[in-house]
C-alpha cells in the first residue's frame, strides 16, 4: 500500500495559481497511475485530474486547459499547477494513488485504493 501526504494549499485570488504536491511512500509509485480529487462542502468528490505512469494525462472538463498534472517518478512525487483559478476550484483536494483500475480512471475514484489526507484551496472572488 502508497502512503500519501499532499501539500501546498492555500488562499489566493482568483485568477491567481498554485502548485500542489504529493508525495508518495511506498514502491509501487513509479509504476502506477495516480490522480487528483476534490471535494467542496456540501458536494460529492470530484475528479480534477490523473496521470498515468508513462505521462498520460486525463483531465476533468472543468480544470482541462488550467490545471497542469505532472510526476517526477525520481522523487516520487506528483504535482497539480492550478492556473487561472476560479472561486468554484475552492475545495479540499486529494491525492489518489493505489490504482487497481486499467486505463482511463473511473470519475468516482473507485479505482484508486490509497488516498491523502487533503489540503485547502480557498479562492476569493
Known amino acids: 500500500q502508497v502512503q500519501l501526504v499532499e501539500s501546498g494549499g492555500g488562499l489566493v485570488q482568483a485568477g491567481g495559481s498554485l502548485r500542489l504536491s504529493c508525495a508518495a511512500f511506498g514502491r509501487t509509485f513509479s509504476s502506477s497511475t495516480m490522480g487528483w480529487f476534490r471535494q467542496a462542502p456540501g458536494k460529492e468528490r470530484e475528479f480534477v485530474a490523473a496521470?498515468?505512469?508513462?505521462?498520460?494525462?486525463y483531465y476533468s472538463d472543468s480544470v482541462k486547459g488550467r490545471f497542469t498534472i505532472s510526476r517526477d517518478n525520481a522523487k516520487n512525487t506528483m504535482y497539480l499547477q492550478m492556473n487561472s483559478l476560479k472561486p468554484e476550484d475552492t475545495a479540499v483536494y486529494y491525492c489518489a494513488g493505489g490504482f487497481t483500475g486499467w486505463g482511463t480512471p473511473r470519475p468516482d475514484g473507485a479505482d484508486f485504493g490509497s488516498w491523502g489526507q487533503g489540503t485547502q484551496v480557498t479562492v476569493s472572488s
Open positions: 496521470i498515468s505512469w508513462s505521462g498520460g494525462t
